[in-house]
């Protein structure tokens, strides 16, 4: 069973960069779709980006396209989310998933869950 543990989140200004990292371990990471999920308090859970196992296709969000970037590294196990022009709205916690199967927008559809690093941005 692949373990998630994502990393990179802290606080910075609006205009900014962050990079997730998220580490998985305990299996084979390699056939996994991943994606990244962010959840905002009092807010549904919103699909930000995913990756397909082989890191060919890459999906986004309408409200992060252009602005964030998902890849994967499946030699070190980990997939990134590097994210710039940063906005207040962006503030959430940012979920690494992973599935076993193509990707999806849906979170239902992962397997797999890290347990979220917090994203905050100041305006």
């Known amino acids: 069973q692949v373990q998630l543990v994502e990393s990179g989140g802290g606080l910075v200004q609006a205009g900014g960069s962050l990079r997730l990292s998220c580490a998985a371990s305990?299996?084979?990471?390699?056939?996994?779709?991943m994606g990244w999920f962010r959840q905002a308090p009092g807010k549904e859970r919103e699909f930000v980006a995913a990756?397909?196992?082989?890191?060919?296709?890459?999906y986004y969000g309408e409200s992060v396209k252009g602005r964030f970037t998902i890849s994967r590294d499946n030699a070190k196990n980990t997939v990134a989310l590097q994210m710039n022009s940063l906005k207040p709205e962006d503030t959430a916690v940012y979920y690494c998933?992973?599935?076993?199967?193509?990707?999806?927008?849906?979170?239902?559809?992962?397997?797999?869950w890290g347990q979220g690093t917090q994203v905050t941005v100041s305006s």
């Open positions: 305990g299996g084979t990471f390699r056939p996994y779709a």
């Open positions: 990756i397909s196992a082989s890191g060919g296709s890459t």
């Open positions: 998933a992973g599935r076993r199967s193509a990707v999806h927008s849906m979170g239902a559809r992962y397997e797999y």
